[in-house]
């Protein structure tokens, strides 16, 4: 039951916590498209679940790096074998699936950049959904598609 049980557990941490963020990501953007529409203003509600949707990205860009390097680990000293043959139908260990998920985080952080620097609720709405809308199709694109 060893490390094998763990690594499994913590793969399963990382794919639920993609869909959590799906999620924030989806309530944030429905949340501005409807303040939006009908003109209402910027509350503390938003700022709240902006914050806090940029901090589960952040937690969420750290735990798949924390995957990618105990798998590149492994993979270099080849010392749990079983681990590497588990980890080959996941995409979690390649770099480039690591680092879309960090352009994903940067484009929603400069979104959140600019919308502090708007005046006009409205303004700040179009800021958030435009950029978060970007990071929520750069999340679940397959880029294994381009190559």
């Not at 902006?50 to 860009?61: A, E, G, H, R, V």
């Not at 000293?77 to 699936?97: Q, R």
């Amino acid at each position: 039951m060893g490390d094998d049980f763990l690594y499994k557990g913590i793969i399963n941490l990382y794919y639920n916590f993609e869909i959590v963020i799906f999620l924030f990501l989806f309530i944030i953007i429905t949340n501005s498209l409807i303040k939006l529409s009908f003109n209402l203003t910027f509350s503390n509600f938003d700022l709240r679940l902006n914050l806090f949707s940029i901090i589960l990205i952040l937690l969420f860009c750290i735990l798949g790096f924390c995957i990618y390097l105990y798998s590149f680990i492994l993979n270099f000293f080849e010392t749990a074998p079983s681990l590497i043959s588990y980890t080959g139908n996941y995409s979690v260990y390649s770099f480039s699936e690591n680092f879309f998920n960090l352009l994903g985080f940067l484009i929603v952080l400069i979104g959140w950049s600019l919308h502090k620097t708007q005046l006009t609720s409205s303004r700040k709405f179009l800021r958030i959904l435009i950029f978060n809308l970007l990071g929520i199709l750069i999340f679940t694109f397959d880029w294994k598609l381009l190559s």
